[in-house]
C-alpha cells in the first residue's frame, strides 16, 4: 500500500479546493492572511488550467469596469480540465457572452427587472414572508431554517416572475438543484449518469419548448413572455439561446438568494447584539441586508479572459490569461472595509459590497434579491424572541454558487 503524505492546506486552495468551503470561518481567516500577501495571486493546481485569483476590492471593479479587455467568453465559470473535456453541447447564457451579444440579449429583459417594475412583485414577497412566519409557527421552535424556509422561498419568487404555476416547483428544484447545483458531494443524492442528465434535459427542452409556444400564442406580462418573444437583430431567438435564458432566471435566482436568506439569519444568531439593533431599529433593515450580502457572497467568484497585455495590481498579465474574481474575498478586503471580520449592520460602507458584481454584467435581479432578503427579515427578525443553532450548521462544499446547506435552529416566537 502506498502512503500518501497529506501536508497542511495550502492557502492558495482556497480557490480551487472545494472542500475548504465547508468551513467557512477558515476560508475568510486564509482570505486575509493571502490580502496581506497580494490582491492577486498566481494558482497552479492539479487538474486546473493556471489562473490569477484577483481578490483586491478596486482591481475585480477594475477588470469589470473593462469587458473588452476582459472577457466573459470562453470559460466564465471555474472548471477543473476534465469537466471541460466531458462537456456536452453547452447552454449559452447572458454569462456566457460578451458585446456585441451580450447588450442586445440583455436588452431584452432589463427593463423588467428595474425597480419601477419590480414593485409588482410586492404583494407576492408578502404573502411568501408570511407564509414563512406561518411555517415557522407551525414547525414549533425547532428546524433547518436553510432547507425549510430559505430553498423555497427564492423558488417560489422565480415560478412568479416566470409566470409558471405552483405545481412546477418540483421540476424547478429538479432544474435548479441537480442540473445546474454546486458540486457538493453531500448534496448529489447519487451521481446521475449520463443517461439521467440527458432525459432530465430533454424534459425540460420540452417543457421550455411548450411554454414559449403558448406565450407566444397567449402574451402575458410575465418573463416567460418576453423571453418566447424575444427577437435579436429582427429574428426570432434561436432555441438554445431561449433554453439558456429561462436557464439563468431560474439558477441564477435560486441557490443564491438562499445562501443570502441562510447566512444572513446565520450571523444574525452569531450575532445576537446585531440581532437586538435590528429588532430595536427596523429601519437599520436596508444596510443590514447590505452587510448579509457582503457577509455571504454567495457567488464565490466568475472568470474572466485577458484579451491583451495588460498589469493588474502591478502584475503584469499575459494575453490569455485566465482571471478569477473572488468577491468573496475583494468584500473581505481590510483596505475597504475596516475589521472585515466583524459582522456589522451599522457599518457605513457595506453597500460597496461586490456580491452583485460590477459593470455591464452587473446582477440583473439584484433589487429583487434586495426586496426578498428585506421582506423575509423584515417579517422573520421581528417576530424572534429567542434563537439559537439546534445543531452544527454546514455549507455546501461549492467553488461557485454556495451557502448554508444546513441551519438548524431553536426559537421562540412572539
Ligand atoms: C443574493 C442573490 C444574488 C447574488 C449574490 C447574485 C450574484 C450575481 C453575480 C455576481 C452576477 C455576475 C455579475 C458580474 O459578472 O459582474 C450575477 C449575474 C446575474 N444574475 Fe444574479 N445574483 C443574485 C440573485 C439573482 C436573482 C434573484 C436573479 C433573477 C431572478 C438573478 C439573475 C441574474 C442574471 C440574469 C445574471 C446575468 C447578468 C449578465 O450576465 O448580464 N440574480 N448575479
Known amino acids: 500500500m502506498t502512503m500518501i503524505e497529506v501536508g497542511p ?7 480551487t479546493d472545494n472542500h475548504r468551503w465547508g468551513d467557512l470561518d477558515d476560508w475568510n481567516a486564509t482570505a486575509l492572511r493571502l490580502h496581506e500577501r497580494d490582491g492577486i495571486h498566481h494558482i497552479e493546481r492539479s487538474g486546473f488550467e493556471p489562473f490569477w485569483a484577483v481578490i483586491d476590492h478596486e482591481a475585480v471593479l477594475d477588470i469589470e469596469r473593462q469587458p473588452e479587455l476582459f472577457t466573459n467568453e470562453p470559460e466564465p465559470v471555474l472548471t477543473t480540465l476534465a469537466s471541460r473535456a466531458a462537456r456536452g453541447v453547452d447552454i449559452k447564457t447572458l454569462i456566457h457572452m460578451d458585446a456585441p451579444q451580450h447588450p442586445k440579449y440583455r436588452n431584452l429583459t432589463a427593463d423588467w427587472f428595474r425597480p419601477a417594475s419590480i414593485k409588482r412583485m410586492d404583494e407576492r414577497l408578502t404573502e411568501l414572508s408570511e407564509e414563512a412566519v406561518s411555517k415557522l409557527e407551525t414547525f414549533g421552535g425547532v428546524c433547518d431554517f436553510a432547507t425549510d424556509i430559505a430553498l423555497p422561498y427564492p423558488l417560489q419568487v422565480i415560478l ?4 409558471l404555476p405552483e405545481d412546477d416547483f418540483p421540476r424547478m428544484m429538479t432544474l435548479t438543484q441537480q442540473l445546474f447545483g454546486g458540486e457538493d458531494p453531500d448534496l448529489q443524492r447519487e451521481p446521475p ?3 439521467v ?3 432530465i434535459l430533454m424534459d425540460f427542452y420540452a417543457y421550455f419548448t411548450e411554454l414559449t409556444a403558448d406565450r407566444r400564442a397567449n402574451p402575458t406580462d410575465d418573463l416567460a413572455t418576453l423571453i418566447a418573444n424575444g427577437q435579436i437583430d429582427g429574428e426570432t431567438m434561436p432555441d438554445l439561446e431561449t433554453m439558456g435564458y429561462y436557464v439563468i432566471i431560474a439558477t441564477a435566482g435560486h441557490d443564491t ?3 443570502a436568506m441562510a447566512g444572513g439569519l446565520h450571523a444574525l444568531i452569531d450575532h445576537p447584539d446585531q440581532l437586538a439593533k435590528l429588532q430595536a431599529d427596523p429601519g437599520l433593515m436596508n444596510n443590514a441586508v447590505e452587510e448579509m450580502l457582503r457577509w455571504t457572497a454567495p457567488v464565490r467568484h466568475f472568470m474572466r479572459t485577458a484579451r491583451a497585455d495588460t ?10 490569461d485566465s482571471l478569477y474574481l473572488s468577491y468573496k474575498a475583494a468584500n ?4 475597504v472595509f475596516d475589521d472585515p471580520l466583524t459582522f456589522d449592520i451599522e457599518r457605513q460602507n457595506a ?14 435581479g439584484a433589487q429583487l434579491a434586495r426586496m426578498e432578503l428585506r421582506s423575509l427579515f423584515g417579517h422573520v427578525v421581528p417576530r424572534l424572541g429567542s434563537i439559537e443553532l439546534a445543531d452544527a450548521p454546514a455549507t455546501m462544499k461549492t467553488t461557485f454558487v454556495g451557502g448554508h446547506k444546513r441551519l438548524p435552529i431553536r426559537y421562540k416566537l412572539t
Not at 498589469?311 to 490569455?320: D, L, M, S, V
Not at 453597500?351 to 440583473?364: A, E, R, T
Open 311 to 320: 498589469e493588474i495590481c502591478g502584475q503584469e498579465i499575459r494575453e490569455g
Open 257 to 259: 438568494t438562499s445562501s
Open 193 to 195: 449518469s449520463i443517461e
Open 332 to 335: 473581505l478586503d481590510p483596505k
Open 197 to 199: 442528465i440527458q432525459q
Open 160 to 163: 412568479k416572475i416566470l409566470g
Open 351 to 364: 453597500s460597496s459590497q461586490v456580491s452583485f458584481g460590477y459593470g455591464v454584467h452587473f446582477c440583473l
Open 9 to 15: 492546506p495550502e492557502p492558495e486552495d482556497i480557490f
